[in-house]
């Protein structure tokens, strides 16, 4: 920050020459002087896909969320086209009969998720699908890379995410976004994908990822959580961390990443405000599994309104800098924007 005043902050006068509540005494006034706005285009709708066909499963952990099979999975990608929604994020149940040490359902070019891209392909429809590159949903032990003794190896999963990310180009990914944090993971995608000849590819890096009790709900939307062995704190972050975040986003950036995201969201906004005002490239936050359970929890016992806390919750990542958030409130948010304009 270059002033040496907060944003916002520099001394303008005095009491009563200067009365803040002036501007904010009406509600075309707060209109004029509002400082950021959300609109449908700055959401990302995460979906969770699942074998059958029209079969809808809730997510217990997460009020209002449905893992879908293919088809309806189509019919979202419709119903988020029309809200003006203009990407969506799929995550896949993978049978547990197909989870396995190597994780070789990831580079099945007939896993779930890429029959899905295909499918929403299909329709012709604008809309950017954007693939999870990690190996979690598909390994026996829940984790994200592959592991010996123990260990998480690194260059090892590599390989096995540049074979991942091979097949969801060719179903169609708008979008590779890489999530276990192992290193060199975007330099080594975007190397493969242009010698593939997919230069167009972009890539969206989970570039500050925290190891974080957050996505708990997550992993029961995955059905990770019963097999995830130990934590991820050899890959993912620690939570006490910032510098560590700029190195990661610089590193990310420098081997070819697009788009860079910080995860979780609202209890790293401080990250997301760094990230964007230091590198100014287009920066991401994930309202995480944990966030919308607990806005969607405590609103079903009737302690928060869940509209308003959504709205402010996702209008605080635009205020900290981000360009675009990844919620699974965006048809429902989209709604409501759509209901007030
Ligand atoms: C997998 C992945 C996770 C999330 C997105 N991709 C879980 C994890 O790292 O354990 C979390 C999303 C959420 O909690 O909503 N690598």
């Known amino acids: 920050m270059s002033t040496p005043f907060p944003r916002g902050a520099a001394p303008t006068g005095q009491f009563p020459t200067v009365r803040m509540r002036r501007n904010r005494r009406a509600e075309w006034s707060r209109k004029l002087v509002s400082e950021s706005r959300l609109s449908a285009a700055d959401l990302i709708w995460p979906l969770f896909v699942l074998e059958g066909t029209k079969v809808r499963h809730p997510v217990a952990s997460m009020p209002g969320v449905e893992r879908l099979s293919i088809d309806l999975i189509v019919e979202a990608a419709r119903e988020a086209s029309d809200l003006g929604i203009p990407a969506l994020a799929l995550f896949p149940y993978t049978d547990p009969n197909l989870r396995s040490d190597d994780a070789r359902e990831a580079f099945n070019p007939m896993n779930l998720v890429c029959r899905a891209t295909r499918a929403i392909k ?3 429809l604008d809309i950017g699908i954007i693939l999870d590159v990690a190996l979690d949903p598909y390994t026996s032990h829940g984790h994200d890379g592959l592991v010996r003794d123990g260990v998480i190896l690194n260059d090892e999963t590599v390989a096995v995410l540049i074979k991942q990310s091979m097949v969801q180009v060719e179903a169609g990914a708008d979008i590779l976004a890489p999530s276990d944090m192992m290193d060199g993971r975007i330099g080594a995608i975007r190397a493969a994908l242009e010698a593939a000849g997919h230069s167009d590819t972009q890539i969206m890096s989970y570039a500050a990822k925290y190891a974080s009790a957050f996505y708990g709900p997550f992993r029961d939307a995955v059905g990770s959580s019963s097999t995830l062995k130990g934590d991820k704190r050899t890959y993912q972050m620690d939570p006490a ?3 560590e975040a700029m190195r990661e986003v610089a590193l990310d950036i420098a081997e070819g990443a697009d788009m860079v995201m910080v995860k979780p969201g609202m209890p790293y906004l401080d990250i997301v405000r760094l990230v964007s005002e230091t590198f100014k490239v287009p920066t991401f936050a994930y309202q995480v599994s944990g966030e919308y359970a607990m806005i969607t929890g405590a609103a079903e016992r009737g302690w928060l309104d869940a509209d308003k806390t959504m709205m402010e919750s996702l209008l605080a990542f635009k205020r900290a ?12 948010a989209a ?5 007030e304009a």
């Not at 800098?321 to 429902?332: D, E, K, Q």
């Not at 709604?335 to 209901?339: F, L, Y």
């Open 335 to 339: 709604r409501k924007i759509a209901a």
């Open 241 to 243: 961390n910032s510098d």
């Open 321 to 332: 800098g981000a360009a675009g958030i990844l919620t699974y409130f965006a048809p429902r």
């Open 122 to 124: 299909a329709t012709g």
